[in-house]
């Protein structure tokens, strides 16, 4: 069963870091796109950052300048290392996997067929 677990949310004070990861179960990750969406509160999921199978990345807005996505194959996980956080990054962060081998660009998403339940992250001081 292709599962996706999410953690390394909580409270963090504005102009802090975080680091969420994404494990995977059931599968590896070597061949999937796995992509960083997050929710807040009375809005749409927005996709934050993208990497590919072969490790390409895409960063939306959301998470351009200030995020990093990475993988670690060997421990079938994929990061997001968040700096400089902002009130505006509080929202619920998901994980997901995109089809084996899928080409990708900018996280949609229409694009991604399993998803994790969500880790909470919190920017207030």
């Known amino acids: 069963q292709v599962q996706l677990v999410e953690s390394g949310g909580g409270l963090a004070q504005p102009g802090g870091s975080l680091r969420l990861s994404c494990a995977a179960s059931g599968f590896t990750l070597d061949d999937y796109p796995i992509a960083w969406f997050r929710q807040a509160p009375g809005k749409e999921r927005e996709g934050v950052s993208a990497?590919?199978?072969?490790?390409?990345?895409y960063y939306a807005e959301a998470g351009k300048g200030r995020f990093t996505i990475s993988r670690d194959n060997a421990k079938n996980t994929v990061y997001l290392q968040m700096t400089n956080l902002k009130s505006e990054d509080t929202a619920v962060y998901y994980c997901?996997?995109?089809?084996?081998?899928?080409?990708?660009?900018?996280?949609?998403?229409?694009?991604?067929?399993?998803w994790g339940q969500g880790t909470q992250v919190t920017v207030s001081s």
């Open positions: 997901a996997a995109a089809r084996p081998r899928a080409r990708i660009g900018l996280p949609r998403v229409q694009d991604y067929v399993s």
């Open positions: 990497i590919g199978f072969g490790d390409d990345t």
